[in-house]
C-alpha cells in the first residue's frame, strides 16, 4: 500500500526511468558476457584457432557496457531529480496552504527538514533503488542460468550459499527500516532545535544560554549519528554476511569443481568461468541488499512527506475584488477554543460595527482581542455563534475573497525577508509607483527610504532585523493600505511609534476610516479616544461598547483604564 504510494512519484518518469534501466540492464548483459568471452579466449590458446575474434569480441563488449551503462546512470539521475523535484513541489504547495490551526502544531525545522532531506531520500530509492534492484536481480538469474549450462552440481554449492545469506538478510532488514525511521526523525528533531535557537537569537545571547543551546542541538545532532550508525552497522552487517557467503561459496566450489576437474568430469575453462561467475555474483547480491536498505529510507521519508500532504488544504485561490464599500462587522454569541483541550477563549462574543468607521477593541491582555481579527481570517474557524462580514456569514465566503477584502497588520508585525518594495508589494502585487509613494508618505515612511543606500530595494535583513521596531510597524501598515482593503483590522500597529508619529499615523488611520471600516486593537487608550465606538473586552466577551466619553461614565472596568493613563481625572 505504502509501496504503492512510493511509485505513484515515479509514475510520471516512467518512459524515462524504463529507457534508463533498459540501458542498465543492457550494459550488465555486456557484463554478462565477459566471463563467457574470456572462456573462448582461454578455450582459444589451447587449439590453433585464431584469437582476433574472440578478443575483438571482448573489447567490444566492454566498451559498449561501459558506455551504455554511463548513458543509463545519467538517465537514472535526471530522473532522480525529477522525482525530487516533483516531491518538494507537492510538499511545499500542501505546506503553504496548511490550516493556521495545524501550522501552529508543527515545528518549522522539522518541516524544512522534510523538503530539503526526506526528499533527497525518495530519489535514492526511487531510481537507482529500484533500477539497480531490477538490474541486479536480472544478473542475479542470468549468472545463475549461465551457470546452470555449465555445471549442475557446483551450481547447488553455490545456491545452497544464496540462500543462506538470503535468509539472514531478510532477518536483518526490519531492524534497518526501523533505525532508519529513527535517524530521520532525529534530523528532524535537530532542525527543530536549531530553529528554535536561530528565531530568539538575540534573546539567546542575551540570556546568556549560547551553551545551553549549542548542547541541546549537539545532542540533537549526537541522537542522529547515534541513529545513522545503527543503521550502517546492519547495513555493513549485511554486507560481511553476503561477502563472507561469496567466500565460503568460492571455496567450495574450488574444491567440488578442482576434484571434478581431476576426475575429468569437468572442463579447466568451465571452472574458471563458472568461479567468474561466481564473483559477478557479488554485487548483484550487494545493491539487492543495498536496494532494500535504500527502500526503508525510502518509505520512512515518504512516511514522513505523506504526514503533510495528508493534512488538510485551505481551498484559497487568488480573488478578484468586487465590492469597493466598506464591510459591517457582526459578531453573534460566538463560542471559540483554540483546541478541544484548550480552555475556552471566546464564550459568547457579540457586537457589531455598521460600515465605515473607526472602532477599537479593549480589555486586558489575554481578553481575546487578537483572536476576534484571527476569526475573522478565518485562520481558525469558531465552534458556534455566527460570524458575518458584509451582512454573509463567513462560512459562506470563499475564502480567497473573503481574505481579498480585508486589510491585517498582525500584533507583531512581521516583516519578510528581501527588499522594503518587495514588502511593501507583498498584498498589493499590482500597486502603482505612485501609491507607493503615496503609502510611503502616509505612514512617514519617505524620509527612511531617502537615507537608506538603495531606497525602496534595499534589503530589509531575516524579518526586516534591519529596520527599528517602529519602521517595521510602519512597513506594515504601509503593506496593508496599498491593499486598500474593505476592512481594515490594526493590531497594536502604532504601539512602538514614537508620539509625533503615532499622531501622524492616527491622523491617516482616522482619514483611511472615512473610506473604509477599521478596527484597531490598542492598549494605550489615547490613541483610541477619538473612535466612533469602543468595544470592551474581558473574560472572553464583551461587557460594554460606547464612545469614549459614554464608557467613562458607564464602564467600571474602562474607567479604571482610563484613569490608569490619565485620561480622566
Ligand atoms: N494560537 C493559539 N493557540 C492556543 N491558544 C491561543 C493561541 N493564541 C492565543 N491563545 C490564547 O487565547 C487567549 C486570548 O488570546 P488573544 O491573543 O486573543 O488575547 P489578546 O486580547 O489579543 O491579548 P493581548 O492584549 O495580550 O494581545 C490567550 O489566553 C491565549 O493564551
Ligand atoms: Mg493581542
Redesign the pocket.
Known sequence: MVLRELLAYVRPHRKILLVGGLLGLVGSAAGLAMPLLAKYVVDAFGQTGSMAAPLLGLTVAVLVGAVVSAGGSYLMERTGEGIVLGARRSLVDRMLRLKVADV?RLKPGDLLSRVTGDTTLLRAVLTNGIVDSVSSAFMLVGAIVLMATMDGVLLLVTLLVVVVIGGMVALIMPRIQRAQTQAQEAVGEMGAVLDRALQAYRTVKASGAEEREIAVVGDAAVRARDRGLQVAGWTSLAGVATWMAVQIAFLAVLGVGGARVASGTLEVSSLIAFLLYLFYLVPPIGQLVQGGVQLQQGLAAMKRIKEIEDLPAEPVGVAERREERPFGVRFADVVFR??DD??V?HDGVSFEVSPGGLTALV??????????F?LLERFYDHQSGSIAIDGRDIRDWPLGELRAALGYVE?DAPVLAGTLRENLLFAARDATEEELHRALARTRLDDLVARLPDGLDTPVGHRGVLLSGGERQRVAIARTLLRKPRLLLL??ATSQLDAVNELRLREVIAEVARETTVLV?A?RLSTVTNADRIVV?EGGGVRAVGTHDELVGADELYRELAATQFLVG
Open positions: 501552529d483554540y483546541g484548550r480552555p477563549v480589555g486586558p491582555s489575554g481578553a481575546g482581542k487578537s483572536t476576534v484571527a500584533q493590531d497594536e486593537i492598549h473586552m
